[in-house]
Nanobody, 120 residues
């Protein structure tokens, strides 16, 4: 069981940067796949990036070269560095954890979300 809490969201202009953090509590953290999802109004929640317990990462084609997911296991913290932000990135961003890096249904722990708003 892991508890998650996101922070770092905010409002920025296009081209700006934000770094999201997700603090995890629970002694099994290092065994989890960690992921960032996002959901815009009227749209389904979609996976943005994930990182497994060995540090291997995946991300959406639309964020490649702009977003970087990482984890600091010593601090039990997940990060999402977001650069060159676009208005299309505007969404509520959620941290998630599960035993498998996969689809939405594979994650059994979720944070409350942090809002990212990118203006033109």
């Amino acid at each position: 069981q892991v508890q998650l809490s996101e922070s770092g969201g905010g409002s920025v202009q296009a081209g700006g940067s934000l770094r999201l953090s997700c603090a995890a509590s629970g002694y099994t953290y290092r065994r989890y796949c960690m992921a960032w999802f996002r959901q815009a109004p009227g749209k389904e929640r979609e996976g943005v990036a994930d990182i497994d317990s060995d540090g291997r990462t995946r991300d959406l084609d639309s964020v490649k070269g702009r977003f970087t997911i990482s984890r600091d296991n010593a601090q039990n913290t997940l990060f999402l560095q977001m650069n060159s932000l676009k208005p299309e990135d505007t969404a509520m961003y959620y941290c998630a954890a599960g035993f498998v890096c996969g689809r939405r249904s594979d994650y059994d722990a979720w944070g409350q979300g942090t809002q990212v708003t990118v203006s033109s």
